[in-house]
């Protein structure tokens, strides 16, 4: 059965601080792994990663994928309030035409000031 | 970039009613669409996946009867929860994307809340 595992559940940290968020998969017919974040409302788009070993930068936000190990990892350094979200990693995979994505359980991220 | 709206973005309805959900693509067509069900504090299930023009694909245990979802263009999508329980209040959430398109672009969701 195809699944997404996402750790840590939640974490809280002080602003300044910098996190590691991962995300190990379990998906036949790899294609690409997405990281979303997500406030109140519908998540929003990150990054997507579907090579081993390439950084993709964003700011402060950066992310890479081993698709040896089967994981990725979502970094955030010198945090603010305003990076407080759930963080939800997806992976789609080939074998469906129709763009699947199979969501891990998220982290909740907690930044205080 | 890629623009995804729901409507409405909150509804409470008594229970037995059915109520509508709408899922459009502003500014691009969307070959596919999803529907998802989020509970407080977990992630996103994923209920169906409906392409333009043809019937709704439904996960393992969703009932395609109670969830109707009808997909009539390639800038539409709606999710009708008919009969509705207090269980079936939640946030309900679309998504779109394009023909091969890996990235789907969420809608900012519907919370319902059936009384």
């Known amino acids: 059965e195809d699944k997404v595992v996402q750790s840590p559940l939640s974490l809280v940290v002080h602003e300044g601080d910098t996190v590691t968020l991962n995300c190990s998969y379990e998906?036949?017919?790899?294609?690409?792994l997405l990281w979303y974040k997500q406030e109140k409302k519908a998540p929003t788009f990150l990054f997507m990663l579907?090579?081993?070993?390439i950084e993709k930068k964003s700011g402060r936000l950066s992310s890479i994928l081993d698709k040896k190990e089967l994981f990725s990892i979502l970094n955030i350094t010198a945090t603010q309030t305003g990076d407080s979200a759930i963080y939800l990693c997806?992976?789609?995979?080939?074998?469906?035409?129709?763009?699947?994505?199979?969501f891990g359980r998220g982290t909740q991220l907690t930044v205080w000031p | 970039g890629a623009v995804v709206s729901q409507h409405p973005s909150r509804v409470i309805c008594k229970s037995g009613t059915s109520v509508k959900i709408e899922c459009r693509s502003l500014?691009?067509?969307?070959?596919?669409m999803f529907w998802y069900r989020q509970f407080p504090k977990k992630s996103l299930m994923l209920m169906a996946t409906?392409?333009?023009?043809?019937?709704?694909?439904?996960e393992q245990g969703v009932e395609k009867d109670k969830f109707l979802i009808n997909h009539a263009s390639l800038t539409l999508s709606t999710l009708t929860v008919t009969s509705a329980h207090p269980e079936d209040s939640s946030f309900y959430i679309c998504s779109a994307t394009t023909s091969g398109s890996p990235e789907q672009y969420f809608g900012p969701g519907t919370r319902l809340t059936v009384t």
């Open positions: 997806a992976v789609s995979n080939r074998g469906s035409t129709l763009g699947r994505l199979y």
């Open positions: 500014d691009f067509q969307a070959t596919t």
């Open positions: 409906s392409n333009e023009g043809s019937k709704a694909t439904y």
């Open positions: 579907t090579s081993s070993g």
């Open positions: 998906v036949t017919n790899f294609r690409s």
